[in-house]
């Protein structure tokens, strides 16, 4: 229960900074709506009082006349702020998710790509994303909801005490056994729910095929919808199961707490009763005494059950909550060096560097790798599938940080570079790249904010990545938006993607160049002809590309072989060649394949 007002008191801290003034008018408005149903109920028992005075000895007209106009008031008023409460709630809620969704990209943009990785954040941002961020809302408004009713119980516990201590003893404990079976089995619906984290994940995941054109399309050929379906219903028929003989129990617990609210409630009307017998109640009181006794009844069994739903409401916060808490695990440095190597890139050294995704794991990625990127350096890495390339590259561009050994770039240690800066000379083309719909030019354009939209560049480098022929046959040549989804857009093929998202790094010039397999669904034509330019690239322009096509990186400066996440062999092509080992192996394989 702590750890539900802890996220409460959070929430609301978090939204009183955007919209604090309509949060403290909807608690204003939530505890007159708990407390008008009672002024109803008093002022109309008074109206009976005097009704019954005034047929016995004529006097009191005029109290009458003025009860019976408070109470149309009352009755109104309800109304009047249930009106105020949807007008101030529909803007509150608006503005609260708006400015929750943006708090939340900008978070997540900070956060690096480990992170986000990582085992625990996928399943903590699969279980928060179950809801969104909109459940803050939600929170906050059953929050605000559930104060009414505890305004509710609070003024008509005073009211009881008022008019008969007795009476307020036999309301709490004919509800005791209630709030019992609402505490105990509103948190054992959750506890399920959170404990099968496991297949809920599943369950998403294989929910998630039935979504996008590529997937459904495989999943149809591969006839895997019938396995995946009868998955879910697996999943959804265990939980179904355990939710269902809890309730079940619940119902058991339920009939007997009524059992118990029963007799008290007989024996509140008995003690009224008698109260009135003795002349120690008007009727009038009667009635406000009876209403009250069940009203508290009433409020405190929705406010319990309502603590069932704040609760499940607050752990799907708190999952938003640990996201807003997760620090990086790739930090910059206090003192950290920027960099600029727009006119000779670096030296770069790998010194024994040893990397693993998953720390628990024996399995290293990379393991004592050593090598050096002179400046202005072509270099070539080949390997076989899951040798470390593309974790080798990834250290690089610093997604990750090595475990032990070091990445020196002019003889500095990476970590002690200034991120952002560092970032700036790396122009990366990954294995599995991003499309971005918009008008081609700005797709190219986007990986250089210093230039900005410079057609001429733009073209260049759709040139130097032969993107400029297909382009140039599109309806709007470089201003055609790209992806269907659009009115006017158009679908390219993942070649021509491939080779729109290289012509985004060539526009970038950055003074290293990082490829991989950046021709992987290229034809063999405009491959060959892509490498030439990558060769041609001037001095002060580093290349390093990975490739599985070994005569198109024959011509490099150096080659690196990597097995096993290791550096088996290094040279130029004619020295790997003659030295008969992996390289020659692998490239004559190659080459006689194509005779
Ligand atoms: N995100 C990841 N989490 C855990 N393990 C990973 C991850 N990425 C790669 N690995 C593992 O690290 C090893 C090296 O993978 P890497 O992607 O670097 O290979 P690669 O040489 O680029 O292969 P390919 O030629 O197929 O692209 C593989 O065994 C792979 O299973
Ligand atoms: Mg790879």
Not at 122 to 146: C, H, M, P, W
Not at 325 to 342: C, G, L, R, T
Not at 575 to 591: C, D, F, H
């Amino acid at each position: 229960m702590s750890k539900v007002f802890k996220n409460l008191k959070r929430s609301i801290l978090f939204a009183s900074k955007y919209e604090k003034k309509r949060l403290v008018i909807l608690f204003i408005l939530a505890a007159i709506t708990a407390v008008l149903p009672y002024m109803q109920n008093g002022f109309f028992g008074k109206l009976i009082d005097a009704t019954i005075a005034y047929k016995t000895n004529g006097a009191g007209i005029q109290n009458i006349f003025n009860l019976v106009l408070l109470l149309i008031t009352l009755t109104i008023l309800p109304n009047i702020v249930n009106l105020l409460v949807g007008f101030v709630d529909t803007t509150f809620r608006f503005n609260i998710n708006r400015n929750l969704e943006l708090f939340f990209l900008k978070k997540i943009s900070t956060l690096d790509i480990a992170t986000i990785e990582s085992d625990a954040y996928q399943q903590l941002t699969q279980k928060a994303n179950e809801r969104g961020v909109f459940i803050f809302y939600t929170f906050i408004d059953s929050a605000v909801d559930n104060f009414s009713n505890l305004i509710g119980v609070i003024v008509s516990l005073f009211i009881l005490g008022f008019i008969d201590k007795t009476l307020l003893i036999y309301a709490f404990l004919g509800s005791a056994p209630a709030l019992y079976v609402q505490l105990r089995y509103g948190r054992d619906v959750w506890w399920i729910w959170d404990l099968n984290s496991a297949n809920r994940r599943k369950f998403f995941n294989r929910r998630g095929h039935f979504n996008g054109i590529t997937a459904l399309t495989e999943m149809k050929l591969y006839q895997l919808s019938k396995r995946f379906i009868h998955e879910i219903k697996r999943i959804l028929d265990d939980f179904d199961s355990e939710l269902e003989s809890l309730e079940k129990n619940k119902l058991i617990w339920e009939i007997l707490a009524l059992l118990a609210f029963a007799i008290f409630l007989g024996l509140g009307v008995w003690r009224i009763f008698n109260l009135a017998l003795l002349g120690l109640m008007p009727i009038g009181l009667m009635l406000f005494a009876y209403t009250t006794y069940r009203g508290f009844k009433g409020t405190l069994n929705v406010f319990f059950r309502r603590m069932a739903n704040i609760t499940e409401w607050s752990n799907y916060t708190g999952y938003w909550f640990n996201i807003m808490d997760i620090k990086p695990q790739i930090e910059n440095s206090e003192n950290a060096h920027k960099v600029n190597f727009a006119h000779t890139p670096p030296k770069i050294e790998f010194v024994n560097v040893s990397f693993r995704y998953d720390k628990n794991s024996k399995k290293y990625s990379l393991k004592n790798l050593s090598f050096t990127i002179e400046s202005g350096e072509k270099i070539a890495i080949v390997g076989l599938s899951g040798a470390g390339k593309t974790t080798l590259i990834k250290l690089l561009c610093r997604v990750y940080d090595p475990e032990t050994g070091h990445i020196l770039v002019d003889g500095k240690d990476l970590r002690q570079i200034d991120l952002d800066s560092w970032q700036e000379q790396l122009g990366v083309l990954f294995q599995d790249f991003s499309s971005y719909e918009l008008p081609v030019k700005d797709a190219i354009a986007v990986s250089n904010p210093n230039i900005g939209m410079d057609l001429k560049k733009v073209k260049q480098a759709a040139q130097m990545a032969k993107a400029d022929s297909f382009i140039e046959l599109l309806p709007k040549k470089y201003d055609q938006l790209l992806w269907k989804g659009f009115e006017d857009g158009v679908d390219l093929s993942k070649g021509e993607r491939q080779r729109v998202a290289l012509a985004r790094v060539f526009y970038r010039e950055s003074p290293i160049t990082i490829l991989d397999e950046p021709t992987a669904s290229v034809d063999a034509l405009a491959e060959q002809e892509i490498f030439e330019t990558l060769e041609g690239l001037p001095a002060n322009r580093t290349v390093i590309l990975i490739s599985h096509r070994f005569s198109t990186v024959k011509n490099a400066d150096k080659i690196l072989v990597v097995e096993h996440g290791q550096i088996i062999e290094e040279g130029k092509h004619a020295k790997l060649m003659t030295k008969a080992g992996r390289y020659a192996e692998l490239y004559t394989i190659q080459a006689e394949s194509y005779k």
